[in-house]
């Protein structure tokens, strides 16, 4: 790999951890090629990047960005997932696929600046995730009208059942 595509590759990266909100670092050291396209195509559903940079390139490319304290971090061989919009969407794809994979890991991660464990990033899977808290407010917000309509239906429903009372009651009486 000439200086060019190296430069290349720090720029891209760059850009692509200045974007994401939460970086996580693991250790792939012995994974097959299946499962390695496994896991990029559960990234890829999440709309995670999972990519595999050279640790020296990678320290490059993290300073200037909320993530660049991973970089006193890294050893051995390392794999980058970064993600953009739902940082709980990420650590559940990758917290499920190492219950999976013995041979895949956690190492560490980083949300929005602040450093994550490898507990950090499991106890962060263990949230709900962004679509799932949008639904419940907005099942929480439509909970209200919801009541209020249905306070309002029974007591019209009442005076109703009343009204059927008195008619009743006054039927019985001419009939007497």
Same mark, same amino acid.
């Given at each position: 790999?000439?200086?060019?595509?190296?430069?290349?590759?720090? /720029?891209?990266?760059?850009?692509?951890?200045?974007?994401?909100?939460?970086?996580?670092?693991?250790?792939?050291?012995?994974?097959?090629? /299946?499962?390695?396209?496994?896991?990029?195509?559960?990234?890829?559903?999440?709309? %995670? =990047?999972?990519?595999?940079?050279?640790?020296?390139?990678?320290?490059?490319?993290?300073?200037?960005?909320?993530?660049?304290?991973?970089?006193?971090?890294?050893?051995?061989?390392?794999?980058?997932?970064?993600? *953009? /919009? =739902?940082?709980?969407?990420?650590?559940?794809?990758?917290?499920?696929?190492?219950?999976?994979?013995?041979?895949?890991?956690?190492?560490?991660?980083?949300? /929005?600046?602040? *450093?994550?464990?490898? =507990?950090?990033?499991?106890? &962060?899977?263990?949230?709900?995730?962004?679509?799932?808290?949008?639904?419940?407010?907005?099942?929480?917000?439509?909970?209200?009208?919801?009541?209020?309509?249905?306070?309002?239906?029974?007591?019209?429903?009442?005076?109703?059942?009343? &009204? %059927?009372?008195?008619? =009743?009651?006054?039927?019985?009486?001419?009939?007497?």
């Amino acid at each position: 790999m000439n200086r060019q595509e190296k430069a290349q590759i720090i /720029e891209q990266f760059h850009e692509k951890a200045a974007r994401a909100n939460i970086a996580v670092v693991t250790d792939f050291k012995g994974m097959t090629v /299946e499962e390695m396209t496994d896991l990029r195509a559960k990234c890829y559903e999440a709309g %995670v =990047d999972f990519q595999v940079v050279k640790n020296t390139l990678a320290r490059l490319a993290l300073k200037d960005t909320d993530h660049g304290e991973l970089s006193e971090h890294l050893k051995d061989n390392c794999a980058f997932a970064l993600g *953009y /919009e =739902d940082p709980v969407a990420l650590a559940k794809v990758l917290t499920d696929f190492a219950k999976t994979s013995k041979k895949f890991e956690l190492k560490f991660g980083c949300l /929005e600046g602040k *450093y994550l464990d490898a =507990d950090g990033i499991k106890e &962060l899977s263990k949230m709900p995730t962004k679509p799932e808290l949008l639904s419940s407010v907005l099942g929480t917000m439509q909970a209200v009208p919801r009541n209020f309509v249905s306070l309002f239906a029974n007591i019209e429903r009442k005076f109703l059942y009343a &009204l %059927v009372a008195i008619k =009743d009651q006054k039927e019985q009486g001419e009939a007497a």
